[in-house]
C-alpha cells in the first residue's frame, strides 16, 4: 500500500532554514509527480511546491517562490523541500502529497502525516 512518512520539521528563527523529507513506498515514485502542501492553523491547505517524476520540472506558490526548494532522489524513493529565509508566516503543518492510479484507473490522493514547521524568535 502507499506509504508516505514526513520528516523534518521544528522550530526556527525567522531567517532560518528547515529541510523536510518525504519517504515513500508502495508505488512506482520516479513515475509519479510529488507534491508539499501546508495548512496553517485556521487556514485551508495549500501547495506549495510541486516536482515530476524526473525531477525536471517543478513549480510554486509565489508565497515561497525563490526561498523553497522541491528535489527529489528517486533512488532513495524520497522527495525534500528545502526552506531558506523563512518567514513567521512559513509556520504551518506541511504535508507530503501524490496522486496515484488505483486498479480502475481512478487517482487517489495520498498524504503523509505531517511535519510541524514553526518560525518564531
Known amino acids: 500500500q502507499v506509504q508516505l512518512v514526513d520528516a523534518g520539521g521544528g522550530l526556527v528563527q525567522p531567517g532560518g532554514s528547515l529541510r523536510l523529507s518525504c519517504a515513500a513506498s508502495g508505488f512506482t515514485f520516479s513515475s509519479h509527480a510529488m507534491s508539499w502542501y501546508r495548512q496553517a492553523p485556521g487556514k485551508e491547505r495549500e501547495l506549495a511546491a510541486v516536482?515530476?517524476?524526473?525531477?525536471?520540472?517543478?513549480n510554486y506558490a509565489d508565497s515561497v517562490k525563490g526561498r523553497f526548494t522541491i528535489s527529489r532522489d528517486n533512488a532513495k524513493n524520497t522527495v525534500y523541500l528545502q526552506m531558506n529565509s523563512l518567514k513567521p508566516e512559513d509556520t504551518a503543518m506541511y504535508y507530503c502529497?501524490?496522486?496515484?492510479?488505483?486498479?480502475?484507473?481512478?487517482?487517489?490522493?495520498?498524504w503523509g502525516q505531517g511535519t510541524q514547521v514553526t518560525v518564531s524568535s
Open positions: 516536482i515530476s517524476g524526473s525531477g525536471g520540472s517543478t
Open positions: 502529497n501524490v496522486d496515484v492510479l488505483d486498479s480502475h484507473g481512478r487517482a487517489q490522493g495520498y
